[in-house]
């Protein structure tokens, strides 16, 4: 594989984003905005001197090892459990979204801008072209994520310390939903993207078919806060294993939706 062409073809298509306020705005403004909501409920809940009857079924289903040693206030035992369990689903739609706006606009984006052409045309191989599609997408989406992670970890920590006098995060459950889980629901998502994205004839539709991937991970969180399901360190090893075992089967067939004759006859 020539990775120079792979690198100039994912560099391109970051080029192109960076020109498009549109796109790239959302992208800045939505993590933003997460972050300080999700700090704001964190801090909220450590500042209560009782669980909300809401919790109270999530609470019950977590293991005991999660729930005992923990100290301070059962308000501020409830934010480490949010921050532990509840909020790294949540977090994980950013990387997903950024995946989302940057390969559909890779894809559908430069059909509709009637570039792909040259592109299928240039002296590159189909596996290149899938491979710096991907690339350009999924670096920047996981980087923006991982910092996102990051900085709410960081904002936790400084919250609780007082309270706990050391760190709260990072625990063993929360670096696999932020190392493994995510990024493994992320590459999957990418790889339904670029088959919905190779085939779809606007950027609009696209988008709307993209859209439905943040859908598992808002029912997660619910189930979450229902006690339906609870993502514990070996749940989240587990459903990362699957997702990374889908991603693998997608990303294949988007190779196919990728193909040359399978563009030829969309642009048709």
Not at 34 to 62: G, I, K, M, Y
Not at 99 to 120: F, H, K, Q
Not at 186 to 208: D, E, F, H, N, W
Request: proline share 5%; hydrophobic share 60%; glycine share 8%.
């Amino acid at each position: 594989m020539n990775w120079r062409a792979v690198k100039a073809i994912a560099r391109r298509d970051l080029q192109v984003v960076a020109r498009n306020g549109a796109v790239l705005g959302p992208m800045i403004a939505v993590p933003v905005i997460l972050l300080v909501v999700l700090s704001a409920v964190t801090f909220a809940a450590s500042r209560s001197t009782a669980v909300p009857d809401a919790f109270s079924n999530f609470l019950q289903a977590l293991p005991e090892g999660a729930v005992q040693g923990l100290q301070g206030t059962p308000g501020q035992r409830l934010a480490v459990l949010l921050a532990t369990y509840v909020v790294p689903p949540l977090t994980v739609v950013i990387p997903l979204m950024a995946a989302s706006v940057l390969a559909t606009d890779a894809i559908a984006g430069e059909r509709e801008r009637s570039t792909i052409e040259g592109l299928m045309l240039s002296p590159v191989t189909e596996q290149e072209i899938l491979v710096g599609k991907i690339l350009g997408a999924l670096v920047p989406a996981v980087t923006l994520g991982l910092l996102c992670h990051l900085t709410y970890a960081v904002v936790v920590d400084i919250m609780m310390w007082p309270s706990f006098g050391g760190l709260v995060l990072p625990t063993a459950a929360w670096l696999l939903t932020v190392l493994w889980f995510g990024p493994a629901f992320t590459v999957s998502a990418l790889g339904l993207i670029v088959i919905v994205s190779a085939r779809a004839k606007s950027v609009q539709g696209a988008y709307q078919v993209s859209g439905i991937c943040v859908l598992p991970l808002i029912m997660l969180t619910i189930g979450q806060g229902t006690g339906v399901v609870v993502l514990v360190w070996w749940v989240a090893l587990a459903a990362g294993a699957l997702l990374w075992a889908a991603a693998y089967v997608l990303i294949r067939l988007g190779a196919r939706a990728m193909s040359r004759e399978q563009q030829l006859v969309t642009l048709g």
